[in-house]
């Protein structure tokens, strides 16, 4: 008998490619990479400086 609604697995993002961005961090200075393009006007943090600058989650 055919399944009439087969199961889907979770979507997957891995399988397109992370296109990354070269920037500066806006906290330290060294350069970095980040997985979107950074706004004009806001921050960008590094992986080390990054969770210095969020907020606690409850």
């Given amino acids: 008998m055919e399944d009439r609604y087969p199961r ?17 961090c806006s906290d330290c200075g060294k ?12 921050p960008v943090y590094c992986r080390d400086c990054l969770p210095k600058h969020r907020k606690p989650r409850f």
């Avoid at 979770?10 to 920037?23: A, C, G, H, L, V």
């Fill in 8 to 24: 889907r697995g979770p979507r997957s993002f891995d399988d397109r490619p992370r296109e990354m961005t070269k920037t500066v």
């Fill in 31 to 42: 350069e970095c990479e980040v997985p979107f393009k950074p706004t004009e006007g806001r």
